[in-house]
């Protein structure tokens, strides 16, 4: 807190005296920010951006055949019937129930985006 002078017109607070070093800005709620706390937010923010994006690249990664074998009825839906996979109906059905935007199937690879 600063030093309160009193003079005969009421009281006057003095300028607080830290060194200009230390103090480096102010956040949006006008709280001091020193070096050390500036490089700290700096640093976890450089750590969530790169977690951000590393989830993002595996969300993007295409879909191999074999990755969406079903444990429960062990269907493979990349492949159509006479592959031993399903129809397309049901590949796209169960990629759109996933989630996933692009699927493949019998090689090729089609969205599951409706117009």
Do not use: C
Not at 11 to 16: A, M, N, Q, V
Not at 76 to 96: D, I, L, W
Request: aromatic residues 6%; proline residues 3%; without cysteine.
């Amino acid at each position: 807190m600063p030093a309160i002078k009193r003079t005969l017109r009421g009281t006057k607070s003095e300028p607080k005296k830290e060194k200009d070093s230390d103090i480096v800005g102010k956040t949006a709620r006008l709280k001091e920010v020193t070096r050390g706390e500036k490089n700290k937010a700096i640093a976890d923010f450089k750590k969530m951006k790169e977690k951000n994006l590393a989830v993002e690249m595996q969300k993007k990664k295409p879909i191999q055949a074999g990755d969406n074998i079903k444990k429960s009825g062990g269907k493979n839906f990349n492949v159509g019937v006479s592959k031993g996979g399903v129809s397309f109906g049901e590949a796209f059905k169960h990629f759109k129930n996933k989630g996933v935007k692009e699927f493949t199937w019998n090689d090729k690879r089609y969205a599951t985006k409706m117009k």
